[in-house]
């Protein structure tokens, strides 16, 4: 059974007829991206993804990497297939021609990326992470460090990762104990132990090149004392060739439960000679800079989750489409019927429609928070600037944290329409299951995804990124209302009321005595924000389907119906639980934060 | 940091608190188990399950079985301590001591079998299948197969299985394509290919005995054609010595997402030679046979995921309490506040007391439908022995789905609390998720489990068990409000009260032209069932805290403390969105069975 990756006709209804893509080729920065073009460029990256990426993602998780003599050595068959995507400049495909991008809008970027972490996306780690590591560059870099290295990583010639874990400071970034020594020549002597570093070290290009945040000498403690430095594996000369051993050594790789393909490498920096580094922006700036890529880095987390779970969807889609068991339910007493599909099982097509719901309200999600980037880079209003931006920071914890959560979910479900053949290695749902877990965990906890929505992002400029998100939710309801579906709009309308209530009562519980009950509720209120937020997708999605409906031809109509019914399920049917939780968030109950340590047991 | 199991003092708190396991030792048949000999028997099962059991769980997961040449090797270290488990005579300790067993009740043996599933289920799903497979011998067997296999196998001399899966006969058993031909002398000649046969073939033990679902020549189509046949690996002779090779052929072994150290074999009988078996119980009865033994095998498998996230919460509450890792919430802008243990953040309390309540809450239902097992067996009052029967039917689903589903979930959990280290391969968390997840597919799926609560169980006897189970939840309502626990109390009692209503509604729904929808809400059934089942316990539970609180010892006080908490937070935190599961089963939305095939997407 080919595997599949994601619906093409569902990417296309999100860029083309909710957010109207085609229509940022109306603005100078976005003029060639027309409608056709970008057509064009999910055909190639479908084409690619299907053909290279997808048959790797099995070789990636059973050759996994192997660890020898400080040495990282990946699958033999990644180094043609990495050099194939470079080839095709897939690498910086929202960056600045001038750097080796392609200056694509984001949403365009997001749509091809759905089938590129979906095929494969411990593989697409090596160059997104360039990626990422090139835009710390480009955003905070001198002139020479942009010449020297930024073209070569965004063109994927070198490589690139974020060196920020080490042993003692995970989530506490802040407790960091890497140190940064002055050198006479402005340069830095660095030293110290990272651990969890992905793509820290492997065999496919000549060089890597390693942001690492640090202590200079002297510096406060906490976040406040940390830089940002610029740290290559090999040294570059002026002219651009490559210098000695920088003294970034590789001291092992993680085993681990999933994303085998990827190395996850604890690197020791200056522990026999001498590592040197530059500095990347200000001094003790280095949080500030890594918070200012963190929208990015954390939307392309909730991605890789989100492709896990569109492959998943698809795969057990086919496999209860093909898979012949037991009789209709209607015909159980009848000795002479036919065994069915199992699609058509209620307990299977459940299953089936939850995780259609899902995906489809997700990657609208996704989409649209890319959207509202490309919305901002071109518009001159300084208002609108704002509030794009301020939305775009808002949903940022809902697509890391809640589509990760709803992503290993759908992963979950995935294996269980397979039966048994979903534990077995042969089919590919047991490892998307266990290549979506980390998404979960790293970029920041799915818990601090939770305490980032109540802690900053709830209150940030008064309220005024919440009360835009919660008028562009009325505004679907309008839509939808005129397009007939009033008894949809009524509900969603209703739950929209309710989260402004919880968000209240999140807001005051939070800066109350009972602060510590808020934060026992962050992730339960992430939860039902993001619930909110895929229903408000659906339901915009099935307005235009109400709309189009008619007109349209019988393939389209079936797509449509297919939209009125994610809609409906979810409204109908997962809504109501979210009822529930949020009135679990108001009963506010105090058991988490009461009960003494001791009495949580085991001792 | 050393692994643990299982929470002893809650082991305890169930067997003598909670269902006073000592009072069976009035009856005739357990007058040895009083409650000093429970304790012995708790004590040995622990101390072998914490120095022989839980070491091999990871060298199980590591080494895995090997298949060469047609042979299975389990990993070299597993042989001592299947030797030592069959020793201590913990194979069949239910069992009639006239065959090997030890005449234990059911719950002493479930609080043994805590421990070895939460140390190493794969390793001991070699004996567990083995103890399965002679209960069927025991059960339906004739004098002279009871005595040639019975005791060998419930001492462990043999190891035995079930040969049920076929590949186009998994959820629906009844398409099963294995043959027999009755030969002159009384046995049967089979043949046929079976697949997914945990422990099926193995190098520990000299005989392997097959219990094997086949279909006699001419035998009706589906499940009313089956029956059940005992085939050795090697013949046994009349004098009890091992005879020929039996021509059952091991044709290779599953890769597969966890429990490694059990071997997923697939079965060739009667490919090459004669494979010979004799007819257990009579003809066309198979299936029933299988029924019959359902519970019991069903019940296991809730224990084994149960044991998963018994280990998980353990080891992810020492981490926590560990974990040094950032400041305390309330001290975030105290430059000089100390770090703190994980164990001191909101979020991570959160998912630590989710965690315990539905820890808990199980152990208890697990215990109480063992219980019901033994009640059923010291009374000679009809209608109790009907009464108990009917309700352990009733919640063997819920052992079985619900819990597997929540075990999951925990397991999931587990591995959040200890960030990326529950990722890495080093730690135990991540291998207890992987093994957890075959819980909720064999021996039937959950699916299967949520069909056959609202199938079968609900409406079983006109509803009596259903009537029994909401008779004794309402005790325990009136238990709390006797030990002064009103609020709780009135929060229940509106839980339950909803659940007839839902109950009601979904019996009706499935006897109404509507049956598909119902049974598209069948599994979300399941789940508000489990949910009231837990709290329902937790309640029982909190009572009893309630009560002896005042006269406990300080450390008592504490473990009270722990109960009281689990209860509140069950029932206030996680009872609302219970509530809000129900409303969207009594919503009886259709979307999932009306969207046209088409609609679903993918092509």
Redesign the interface.
């Known amino acids: 059974m080919a595997q ?1 990756i994601a ?1 093409r ?2 990417i296309d209804f999100v860029l083309h007829e909710q957010l109207e893509v085609g229509n940022l080729s109306k603005s100078s920065k976005f003029a060639e991206f027309t409608k056709k073009t970008v057509d064009l460029i999910i055909n190639e990256a479908r084409n690619l993804a299907v053909k290279e990426l997808l048959p790797l993602n099995k070789v990636g998780d059973e050759e996994g990497c192997k660890f020898e003599a400080g040495k990282v050595i990946v699958p033999e068959s990644f180094q043609r297939v990495y050099d194939l995507f470079c080839e095709g400049e897939w690498l910086a495909m929202t960056e600045d021609p001038q750097w080796g991008g392609q200056g694509m809008p984001r949403t365009v970027a997001l749509a091809a990326s759905d089938y590129f972490n979906g095929a494969n996306y411990p593989f697409i780690m090596y160059p997104g992470l360039t990626h990422g590591a090139g835009k710390l560059v480009e955003s905070f870099g001198t002139d020479e460090q942009k010449k020297i290295f930024l073209k070569n990583m965004y063109t994927g010639k070198w490589t690139g990762t974020m060196l920020l ?1 080490e042993p ?1 400071a ?3 970034v802040g ?1 960091l104990a890497t140190t940064a020594v002055r050198n006479d020549d402005g340069t830095y002597s660095i030293s110290g132990n990272k651990i ?1 570093i992905s793509s820290g070290e492997h065999d496919m290009v000549e060089n890597i090149i390693h942001p690492v945040l640090a202590r200079i000498e002297g510096a406060p ?2 976040t406040r004392g940390i830089s940002l430095f610029l740290v290559p594996k090999f040294r570059v000369n002026k002219d651009g060739s490559l210098g000695e051993f920088n003294d970034v050594v590789c001291t092992g790789i ?5 994303i085998h393909g990827n190395a996850t490498c604890s690197l020791t920096l200056g522990g026999k000679g001498n590592c040197i580094g530059t500095l990347l922006g200000e001094e003790n700036k280095g949080m500030k800079a890594m918070f200012l890529m963190m929208n990015e880095a954390r939307a392309l987390v909730g991605q890789q989750g989100f492709g896990c779970a569109s492959a998943s ?2 795969n057990a ?2 496999y209860a ?1 093909q898979r ?3 009789k209709h ?2 015909k159980m007493m009848d ?1 002479d019927a036919p ?1 069915v599909p199992i ?11 939850k995780m ?1 719901s899902l995906i489809e309200g997700m990657r609208s999600l996704i989409y649209y928070h890319g959207n509202l980037d490309d919305l901002k880079n071109i518009t001159d209003n300084a208002d609108e600037k704002a509030k794009y931006q301020g939305m775009m920071e808002l949903l940022t914890p809902i697509i890391k944290g809640y589509i990760t959560d709803r992503a ?1 979910d759908v992963c ?1 479900e995935g ?2 329409v397979y ?2 053949y ?5 089919y590919p749902q ?1 490892q998307l ?2 290549d979506c ?2 998404t ?3 970029e920041g ?3 601090i995804q ?2 980032d929505l109540l802690g900053r992002k709830l209150g940030m400029n008064k309220g005024k990124p919440v009360m835009d998100l919660l008028g562009e939710m009325n505004k679907t309801i309008a839509a939808a209302k005129e397009a007939g579906l009033d008894d949809f709009a009524a509900d969603f309308q209703a739950v929209v009321n309710k989260l402004g209530e919880v968000g209240m009562h999140m807001g005051t519980t939070a800066m109350s005595p009972k ?3 808020a ?6 209120f992430m939860e039902v924000t993001g619930d909110v937020a895929v229903a408000w997708m659906l339901l915009w999605r099935a307005s235009i389907a109400a709309q189009n409906m008619e007109k349209a031809k019988k393939k389209d109509q ?2 449509y ?2 939209q009125l ?2 809609a ?2 979810f409204i ?3 809504l ?6 949020m ?2 968030i108001l ?1 506010n ?1 105090g ?12 001792k």
């Open positions: 599949v619906d006709r569902d874990t003692e995970g989530s506490d407790a969890f403690e906490g993680e085993h681990k439960m999933g969807y698809l889609l086919n489409r012949v068991q037991g339910l209607l000795a065994n699609i058509q099982h209620p307990d299977v097509r459940r299953m089936l429609i259609k290993f979950s294996i269980q039966g048994g979903g534990f077995i290695s042969e047991e299951l266990r877990k980390i979960q965990i790293y906890t799915n818990g939770a305490m602060v510590l009950n934060f026992a509720f962050a992730h339960p079936v797509f119906e297919g019914k994610s409906e399920y109908k049917a997962v109501p639980v979210t009822l529930g939780k009135n679990a009963n109950n058991a988490a934060i009461d009960i003494s340590e001791d009495a949580f047991g085991g």
